[in-house]
């Protein structure tokens, strides 16, 4: 079983354009199950932790203001392979790169303002989980719907 748990974020172009309950929906009706959500405004040094890797990139401090320059909606999914699916589920980093039927080729035209972000393996998704929430606002549940997605 490769049950896991994926880290994804609406950014604020994808919050103030109003494309919460579209990109919800994606994940949702795959099949995968919310085990936590929240609406957060992150500071600057919060945006600068999460994109930590990337800060030898020139394009690092446009990325962390524009993070923290409005609401996210940060998520926790979980699934089977819902790590390797979710960036998948989002399409190529680069809107103008990503394959039609994807969350950023459907609904983003360029990179800088790409709507989403997703973990990229097991460890950020770790990582980025206890970065943004605490252990208890994880949500165990059991799904009805479990047994006919899984079988
Ligand atoms: P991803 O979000 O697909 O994991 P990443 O981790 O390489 O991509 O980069 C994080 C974000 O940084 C990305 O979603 C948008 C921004 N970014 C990446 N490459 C960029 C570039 N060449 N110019 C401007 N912004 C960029
Ligand atoms: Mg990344």
Not at 35 to 62: C, M, T
Request: hydrophobic share 35%; proline share 5%; glycine share 10%.
């Amino acid at each position: 079983c490769r049950m896991e748990r994926t880290f994804i974020a609406i950014k604020p172009d994808g919050v103030q354009r109003g494309l919460i309950s579209e990109i919800v929906s994606r994940f949702e009706r795959k099949g995968y199950k919310l085990v936590a959500i929240k609406l957060v405004v992150p500071s600057k040094q919060f945006a600068e932790k999460h994109y930590h890797d990337l800060k030898e990139r020139p394009f690092f401090n446009g990325l962390c203001d524009f993070l923290s320059s409005g609401p996210v909606l940060a998520m926790v999914w979980e699934g089977e392979g819902v790590i390797k699916y979710g960036r998948k589920l989002i399409g190529a980093t680069d809107p103008s790169k990503s394959e039609p039927g994807t969350i950023r080729g459907d609904l983003a035209v360029v990179v800088g303002r790409n709507i989403i972000h997703g973990s990229d393996g097991p460890e950020t998704a770790k990582d980025e989980i206890a970065l943004w929430f605490q252990p208890k606002e994880l949500v165990s549940y059991t799904s009805n719907e479990e047994k006919w997605i899984y079988g």
